[in-house]
């Protein structure tokens, strides 16, 4: 990483050196949290955790060749470089904040309530065919994930895209303050988190945050399609960019062709172009991270030929949409984690399987008062878009079996079923399915749904 003394560290998280003065000018090589992942000059931030306290670690972090320690426990008299602070969350993302502002280096940062992940890895597809990126990797876009992300940041990356994800007020403002981003991608308002953030009104200003203290000069780029986003007027007098399939878009697309589990084909329309470009990951939602990318390249200058490159090499992750074909069953592993309106595009995508379809669902977390309501809506989706056998497993999905039965009473023909948990399930799950079904596995990530990937790869 760029050079950071332990002089200059103690001053940005407003802590106490405690060492042989001699080390305050060196530098240290990376910051970590977990002592396993320490390395020869790693400055290692003794977090408390709800399992495990770091503290406990520092004494083997120097064994392993770290150079100093941040802790909120004052060690006394040790043989090693320390620096005492209030808080170690707090000191880290202090520090992360004054490494940010040492950069130079643009920002894109990313939030919504679906599709930041697949919208992360579309921009930095597309970014890569011109740039040295760095992206946020995994789960890592909280106040401990996007810190960890901006260490990672080394001088030979130009451009960083983070994804930035909350469940809190005021939450957004701080992840903000760390990331300083130039251009802010917000790829819709939905009803993730509405448990604590009460209604889409209240999402859209938790995510709008982001504006704070995004660069001034920046672009600020929506989904034109969704309806919060549209009517919405930033603080900061930016004129917001739009992407989607409305003729209100900058950014959008035409002649639409789904090739099923195989992706979709689009035509681009730009400010100053058109062409042709095909997706491999399938499901409509897609061809919206595709135009926000098409927005994100543009902002940066670049050119269709490297858009579309970065377009069509992209290969989705685990748990996120993935296809994996075996001998008995085509499996989309869609387990990551899950909400209503990703549920029913997952299970749009599903539908257009050509064999026997099978919607394996379970219980969606954080969605307030309404989640009852919420999980029968997407069981009435489900039966209503001609799935064959849906299987539900969890509490709340009981409701899922509920709305699909009641719908199925209604006309459509679907074959349903609950349990309690995934042991139940796996005890009659070879009388259940058959060879060649494309099943569909989702649910938010608390589930554990991807042993059930697992157990389905290895029959």
Known sequence: MKHMTLKEITTACGGIYFGDSAFSDKEVSNVVIDSRKVEKDSLFVAIRGARVDGHT?????????????????????????????????????????????????KVVGISGSVGKTSTKEMIASILGQKF?????????????????????????????????????????TRLAKMARPDICVITN??????????????????????FSYMNPDGTIIFNGDDDKLITYIPENSIKPVYFGL?????????????????????????????????????????????????????????????????????????????????????????????????????????????????AILGDMGELGVSEKAMHYEVGVHTAKTGIHVLI???????????????????????????????????????SVLKKNDTILVKASHAMGFEKIVEKLERV
């Not at 670690?57 to 004052?74: D, Q, R, V, Y």
């Open 57 to 105: 670690f520092i004494p083997k972090t120097f064994e392993a060749g770290a150079l100093c320690a941040i802790s909120e426990e004052n060690l006394g008299e040790t043989s090693f470089p320390y620096i005492l602070v209030e808080s170690c969350t707090q000191a880290l993302k202090d520090l992360a904040e004054h490494y940010r502002r040492s950069l130079d280096i």
């Open 132 to 172: 040295n990126v760095l992206k946020t990797e995994g789960n890592f876009n909280n106040e401990i994930g996007v810190p960890l992300t901006i260490f990672k940041i080394r001088k030979e990356h130009e451009i960083a895209v983070l994804e930035m994800g909350i469940n809190h007020f005021g939450e957004m």
């Open 189 to 210: 308002i939905g009803v993730a988190h509405m448990e604590l953030l009460g209604s889409r009104d209240g999402i859209l200003k938790a995510k709008t945050e982001m």
């Open 246 to 358: 409305g003729d209100n878009a900058s950014y959008r697309a035409e002649q639409i062709e789904n090739n099923g589990l195989h992706g979709t084909t689009a035509r681009f329309v730009t400010p100053k172009s058109t062409f042709f470009a095909h997706i491999s990951i399938p499901g409509e939602h897609m061809v919206h991270n595709a135009l926000a990318g098409i927005a994100v390249g543009y902002a940066l200058g670049m050119n269709d030929k490297e858009i579309k490159a970065g377009i069509e090499v992209l290969k989705p992750l685990a748990g996120r949409n993935h296809l994996i074909e075996t001998d008995t069953y085509t499996i989309i592993d869609d387990c990551y984690n899950a909400n209503p309106i990703s549920m029913k595009a997952s299970i749009d995508v599903l539908s257009k399987a050509n064999t026997r379809t099978v």
């Open 392 to 430: 539900c497993i969890g509490t709340l999905s009981e409701e899922l079996a509920r709305g699909a039965t009641e719908a199925t009473s209604a006309g459509n023909e679907i074959e349903v079923h609950h349990y309690a948990d995934k042991d139940t399930f796996f005890a009659e799950m070879n």
